[in-house]
Each structure stands twice: as C-alpha cells, then as structure tokens.
C-alpha cells in the first residue's frame, strides 16, 4: 500500500538526480500571516519543520495547523497574505531522502509509476497511476493494444513488488483477466449461443 496516492510531478527527478515527492499544492491564503491551505495534500510530507521546495527554491514549514484533510500552514518565506497569494496553485516537493521512512509493503506512487508489470514472465503493461478508490487503492497499468487494467494493492493479486528492479508481478487468473490454463477469460454468459 502506500501513504497518501497523488499524482506524479512532471519535475520528479531533478537534474542532479535528487528524487522528489509531490507534497501538496498551495491553495488560497489563510489568514494575514502568510499561511495557506494546501490542496491535494499528503499530510506525512508537511510536518513543522519539514522542507519542501516551492517554486524552485527550498523552504521550511514553520507553522502546521488544520486538519489532515485541509491543512493549512506556513512556510518560513511567507510572512504576508500577498506572499502567500504570489505562491497560489504552486507545487510542493520534499525529497525523497527527507521523507518520512515508509513500513514494509508501503510505497510511494512515484516509486511505482514505470514499473514494469508482468504476470511470472509474461509482459503485461506499464503502471501509468496509483489511484486511491474507496476500498483500496489500485494500480492503473497500461497495456499495449488493450484497455487500461486497475489491478488492486492486495496480495492476492500482487504477488511482489520490486522497486528496486522497477517490476511488479501481479496473478492475471485472480485478476479474471485470464482462466487456470492461461487463455483470456471468457465474459460472456453461459449458454450465450453469440460466444
């Protein structure tokens, strides 16, 4: 699984290697301190303290108020509302070395974005997303010549996930994307005399 899916920074590794994590994105200001709301946040990247990059340049989160859900703070360039207004709709970054360490069977959606798919040795797609739906999250893999396939981070249908090596494998029979003999499932209803 992973902490608080988002969307992948087109800037995610910068020129001199450096990994980067989308932590949020500036929102409106909140009050006449400088502080601003954060949208689309991933609350385990914003804590006091923390730095982020904004705009191309690194700050430090002086102040973390609100809710997980709408957190609202500060960071240390801010001392004004028309600092923060001149930040709006901006993207906040924390490097990957600078993130909180993840438990066993966790990821980042950055980690796993790339990642080849395959089913033992059969090629199946590329992720292209990490979505969070109401029950789990899901991976979105494209596949080539075939519509996209949401396979769910649970172990039935995840069988490892390998960072490192850039591959997951996933059961495509668990998924209903093949039978036990290998051969594509069969969608239509029984006795469908069209099948």
Not at 93 to 112: G, Q
């Amino acid at each position: 699984m992973s902490p608080d899916p988002a969307r992948r920074s087109p800037d995610a590794e910068a020129s001199d290697g450096e990994q980067w994590l989308h932590a949020g994105r500036v929102g409106r200001p909140h009050g006449l301190d400088g502080s601003i709301h954060v949208t689309q946040p991933r609350v385990a990247l914003l804590d006091k303290g923390r730095v982020v990059r904004v705009d191309g340049r690194d700050d430090e989160v002086v102040r973390r108020a609100g809710t997980d859900a709408r957190p609202i703070v500060r960071l240390a360039s801010c001392a004004t509302r028309a600092d923060a207004e001149a930040l709006r709709g901006r993207d906040l970054y924390v490097s990957r070395d600078d993130a909180p360490p993840l438990e066993e069977d966790e990821w980042w959606p950055e980690e796993l974005e790339g990642c080849a798919v395959h089913d033992g040795d059969r090629e199946v797609g590329v992720v292209r997303a990490l979505r969070a739906l109401p029950s789990c999250e899901v991976l979105e893999v494209a596949r080539p010549g075939a519509e996209d396939l949401l396979v769910p981070l649970i172990r039935d249908a995840v069988r490892s996930v390998d960072v490192e090596a850039g591959r997951i494998d996933v059961d495509l029979v668990f998924l209903g994307e093949e039978d036990a003999g290998g051969a594509p499932a069969d969608d239509s209803p029984a006795g469908d005399p069209a099948a």
